[in-house]
């Protein structure tokens, strides 16, 4: 076991609901429906994971799901769990949300950023984790927080701004290393700013794989959301990330299978990738 290397805890950070077709993209739902079946509505319910890492000083967050703000109309339909789950979460690890270093994000949508703020009494939102630096990718940050038309019900402001106003926004490049052992690649796909990320384990490297891969089902190259706004960006980087986890025999954490945090990938099959459950 190396002393410098980050030691990580999959939590959670609350699952919601939302279509099978919009969850699996082109996948027919004769397919789809065999790996995850829905319910009455056509529903599929999956988790927001998030990976908390630490080491040294460092305490780290993955992503935050959607945090405990109040809930805006067209949320309802996702069914959120009540409460502020990933507080609930790091709260049963003891780790108090002052303690959190830094908030590393794949992209910056309500699920994945939402629970980096939080609403005051008087009804502001302010940083859920006051003493973190929070990282996206420089397109991401500038998506979310000037968003064209098209993307503005995909960043909502309350959850940005706050960070944002206080200089809490860092944004990395790709290949930059944000932390030593943590890199952030930019792959693009999901979002414009969408980035995985290479973390030193002490078990071995991991990659945090986000949205690039949702579940384990979705390591195949057409496996993706229909929410992706750019397909074939998806589609030509996926393989190249998964062929290098891969390689390094390293497990991939996606960012929303309900079977587990963590998979690791067992074979290429030309530009697929077959996974399996390790946590
Ligand atoms: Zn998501």
Redesign the pocket.
């Known amino acids: 076991m190396k002393k410098s290397a980050w030691r990580i805890t999959p939590l959670s950070g609350g699952w919601f609901s939302i279509d099978g077709g919009t969850f699996f993209g082109i996948v027919p739902k004769k397919i789809w429906r065999n790996v995850l079946p829905p319910d009455g509505e056509n529903l599929v319910r999956v988790p ?1 994971r998030v990976l908390l890492a630490r080491r040294k000083d460092d305490v780290v967050l993955f992503d935050t799901g959607y945090g405990g703000k109040e809930r805006p109309k067209h949320l309802r339909g996702y069914a959120l769990e009540e409460g502020n789950p990933i507080f609930a979460s790091l709260a049963q690890v003891g780790v108090r949300p002052e303690q959190v270093t830094h908030v590393v994000m794949t ?1 910056l ?1 309500f ?2 950023a939402g629970g980096a703020t939080l609403t005051e009494e008087n009804g502001a939102p302010v940083p859920a984790f006051p003493n973190a630096l929070c990282w996206a990718s420089e397109v991401e940050w500038s998506d979310a927080l000037d968003p064209e038309p098209a993307l503005r019900g995909a960043y909502p402001q309350e959850n940005l701004l706050p960070l944002a106003e206080r200089n809490l926004s860092r944004a990395f490049e790709n290949g930059e290393e944000i932390l030593p052992g943590l890199t952030a690649y930019v792959t693009g796909g ?1 979002t414009r700013g969408h980035a995985v990320f290479r973390l030193a384990a002490e078990t071995g490297p991991v990659y945090i794989v ?2 690039l891969a ?1 579940t384990g089902w979705h390591t195949k190259q057409l496996w993706s959301t229909a929410c992706d706004i750019d397909q074939m960006a998806g589609r030509r980087v996926k393989p190249e990330i998964l062929a290098r986890a891969l390689g390094e025999s390293a497990p991939i954490f996606p ?2 299978d309900p079977r587990g945090a963590a998979f690791r990938l067992t074979e290429r099959r030309g530009d697929d990738f077959l996974s399996e459950v390790l946590f």
Do not use: T
């Open positions: 927001c992209h949508h699920d994945h999901h986000g949205e949702p960012a929303h």
